[in-house]
């Protein structure tokens, strides 16, 4: 048995940011072909060597699919910024649910590392009928979450925040679909206050704690790691 810590995933409205909910860190949705890697201005001149050259170039690329950037707060702004580079506005779908899953976890294990324990973020991958469908959205955000609370050091909640009430109520119906379809076991707390999920991930236990009838997400925790 290990120290327990959790990962709280809530839902909430956009109109909630800064207002009742300030993060530590927003987690944003972006196109690969806008987010670059290196910062600065690209300057070369007929002296630099080819080397140089190409090193130069190759910082300025676009971020690839699946990773992401971190900004500093900007001036006026007690957050920093997470670029999830979730998008190829090229392409028809514009992201992929591997993708996004990648790019949240990274970010989620980055988060953790540099003691941030509040964030929020937008529903990644679904931008204007030319991404995710909410289904496969939900799909990748459950498999991150659940792939960081296995590792997770420091408790960290996540706040995912949706346009209105009726695309909140059908994230939270599709995420606690998906959570008792994987359950291994579902009972009562002690208490008789809330409802416990029992997933398998990986060998280890995971327990989601959630309150019935209420639009919240769920509480992860891991209670039982393998070794």
Not at 104 to 111: E, W
Request: net charge negative; glycine share 8%; hydrophobic share 40%.
């Amino acid at each position: 048995m290990t120290q327990e810590c959790h990962l709280r995933l809530d839902l909430d409205l956009d109109e909630a940011f800064g207002r009742r909910l300030h993060p530590d860190a927003a987690i944003v949705q972006e196109d690969r072909n806008l987010v670059m890697g290196g910062v600065g201005i690209l300057d070369l001149d007929s002296n630099d060597s080819l080397d140089a050259a190409y090193q130069a170039i190759a910082e300025h690329r676009p971020v690839p699919l699946g990773r992401y950037l971190l900004l500093r707060n900007r001036p006026g702004e007690d957050h920093w910024t997470y670029q999830a580079v979730v998008h190829d506005l090229e392409e028809k779908p514009s992201s992929r649910p591997g993708n996004v899953r990648r790019s949240l976890t990274a970010i989620l294990k980055d988060a953790g590392k540099r003691g941030m324990t509040n964030l929020t973020v937008q529903p990644l991958g679904i931008w204007r009928g030319r991404g995710l469908a909410v289904d496969e959205m939900v799909e990748a955000f459950e498999a991150s979450v659940l792939e960081v609370s296995l590792e997770l050091q420091v408790p960290l909640r996540l706040t995912l925040l949706l346009d209105d009430l009726e695309a909140l109520e059908e994230v939270s119906h599709l995420l606690r679909s998906r959570l008792l379809r994987k359950a291994s076991r579902s009972f009562r707390t002690v208490d008789n206050d809330s409802a416990l999920v029992e997933v398998r991930q990986r060998g280890a236990k995971l327990h989601c704690r959630f309150v019935p009838g209420s639009l919240s997400g769920y509480v992860v925790t891991c209670v039982e790691r393998v070794g």
